[in-house]
């Protein structure tokens, strides 16, 4: 029962953490809008998610072999992680940012960021509210 509670907060906290570093490369692209030669980059959200929680492994990265080992770091991304994306249309300045795209992802990360957060909040006052009840009991 433990076991479970603790896997899906570390789950839904490592990805509390790639949300925030999504959001903030995000928000680095929109301040970048206007940079000659800047090129517009994103984390792959579903594919850093997979290699903090070790579905997938990171090439370089170090890997638990004891379960008393700390899982690497959420935020410590590989470089597969971050990718630039491509340009909607040719600028003369090379710059690849397009701010619909930037704004829509930006919006969207923001609300699952929320959601997250929301999520880890009802796990945890749901297992205080049991801890309370038994006590009680």
Do not use: C, W
């Not at 959001?23 to 206007?34: E, F, H, K, R, V």
């Not at 030669?37 to 638990?64: C, H, M």
Request: aromatic letters at 6%; charged letters at 20%.
């Amino acid at each position: 029962m433990i076991n479970r509670l603790t896997d899906s907060l570390t789950f839904q906290t490592q990805a509390l953490v790639l949300r925030a570093e999504r959001q903030q490369q995000l928000a680095s692209n929109i301040a970048n809008a206007d940079t000659p030669g800047y090129q517009s980059r994103d984390i792959d959200f579903s594919r850093a998610l997979k290699e903090a929680t070790g579905e997938i492994a990171t090439p370089g990265a170090l890997q638990t072999t004891q379960s008393r080992h700390l899982a690497p770091l959420a935020g410590a991304l590989s470089p597969s992680g971050r990718e630039y994306a491509m340009a909607a249309q040719t600028n003369l300045d090379s710059n690849t940012v397009d701010m619909d795209r930037e704004r829509a992802s930006f919006a969207d990360n923001a609300v699952k960021y929320e959601a997250t957060l929301r999520f880890i909040n009802s796990s945890v006052r749901t297992t205080l509210d049991a801890m309370k009840s038994h006590n009680a009991a």
